[in-house]
């Protein structure tokens, strides 16, 4: 039998996904994994792995105290790796950090799907960062768009916008603050 039934909701908690997936796998396939042989693509993904574990040392911050994310949580859903937490608030903040921006160009001219999809990957992330304020008004400013209910949208994107350029300020003070030279 191949296949499996079972949820695994967002934001991802990596222990959950582990533990189900852990569940799922035959004990006799978790096996074949650890052989040594490095021309297998399973032992070099156990390489990769080691290769970030090492990585991630270099960039150990205390993301705990960044403003507008709880810490712990964030770093509960990320397994434990707080420099994985680190690299990927970094990544997240070059990505979005003219969100607000993008999102008013799409409401402005009525690119509701657009504006909606981006609402909704931001929500996904300040979801897995623990970062519940902004989580709270993407998801209202989503809900609002998906409902239509454009009465009082460009409101609700100001208080997502500022939501957003808060975060985004508390991570790059935090982020220059706190990285260790290698």
């Not at 909606?116 to 008004?137: M, N, Q, Y």
């Not at 790059?172 to 603050?177: I, K, Q, T, V």
Request: glycine residues 4%; hydrophobic residues 35%.
């Amino acid at each position: 039998d191949i296949g499996m039934n079972d949820v695994i909701s967002k934001p991802i908690d990596v222990k959950k996904l582990g533990i189900t997936l852990k569940k799922w796998l035959k004990q006799n396939d978790m096996s074949q994994t650890h052989t040594h042989n490095t021309n297998n693509p399973q032992q070099q993904d156990i390489q990769s792995d080691a290769d970030l574990s090492s990585q991630e040392q270099e960039l150990e911050v205390d993301i705990t105290k960044i403003p507008g994310i709880d810490g712990e949580k964030a770093l509960k859903m990320l397994g434990g790796r707080s420099s994985l937490l680190s690299k990927t608030l970094i990544s997240f903040a070059e990505t979005y950090r003219d969100c607000g921006e993008r999102i008013s160009f799409h409401i402005d001219n009525e690119e509701y799907k657009e504006a909606i999809r981006l609402v909704h990957s931001i929500k996904g992330l300040a979801g897995t960062f623990a970062a519940f304020d902004l989580f709270e008004k993407a998801d209202t400013l989503q809900k609002s768009l998906e409902n239509q209910n454009l009465n009082n949208i460009v409101d609700l994107s100001n208080n997502f916008n500022e939501a957003a350029k808060k975060l985004f300020a508390a991570i790059d003070e935090h982020l220059a603050s706190n990285t260790i030279s290698p």
